[in-house]
């Protein structure tokens, strides 16, 4: 099954890349490697706000990685110049997760990106982790989420 199928099979439609917020760009290419900046996590196209411990359950942060993960994939489509089928590995996700400095379940949270990843892109979405608890993100997103692929 192509990436698109399962895409389509999880009843997913990748959305429009937003424009950066800074001064930075979504993605930058060298070689075969697409680094893509942080997205955060966005509710119903507003920022997904909260902190994990104080007023942001487990599984809330899960959705929201999740989410974030689908904004990524579309962006590394972007990079791909429309064409997912150019991934050829998920290389590395980093998580920074909003969250109280007792809470320590930022590896959970940032299933919710891997776990996806993995459903569609498979062996290939097999990718090497890091997940962070920080104080704050910006606009008071839950999760922000980095992603590296090497791409054909």
């Known amino acids: 099954m192509s990436f698109y199928e ?5 009843n997913i439609e990748l959305p429009v890349v937003a424009a950066p917020a800074a001064a930075y760009v979504m993605y930058a290419q ?24 104080k007023n ?15 904004d990524l994939i579309a962006t590394l489509q972007a990079a791909c110049g429309g064409d997912l089928n ?6 590395k996700v980093m998580s920074l997760v909003n ?3 007792d809470f320590t379940e930022q590896h959970l949270v940032t299933n ?3 776990e996806l990843i993995g459903e569609i892109f498979g062996e ?7 997940a962070f608890g920080v104080a704050q993100i910006p606009l008071g997103a839950c999760v ?7 791409i054909a």
Not at 86 to 91: A, D, L, N
Not at 124 to 130: C, E, I, L, M, T
């Open 30 to 53: 060298t070689g075969n490697t697409v680094f893509l900046s942080g997205h955060i996590a966005k509710k119903d196209g507003q920022v997904w706000v909260g902190q994990l411990g």
């Open 86 to 91: 150019r991934v050829q590995r998920i290389v």
């Open 124 to 130: 290939q979405g097999k990718h090497a982790r890091s």
């Open 144 to 150: 922000e989420i980095e992603l590296i692929a090497e």
């Open 6 to 10: 399962k895409l389509q099979a999880l």
């Open 99 to 101: 969250s109280t400095p």
């Open 112 to 114: 919710g990106a891997s």
């Open 56 to 70: 942001t359950s487990t599984e809330e942060g899960r959705q929201a990685a999740r989410a974030v993960a689908i």
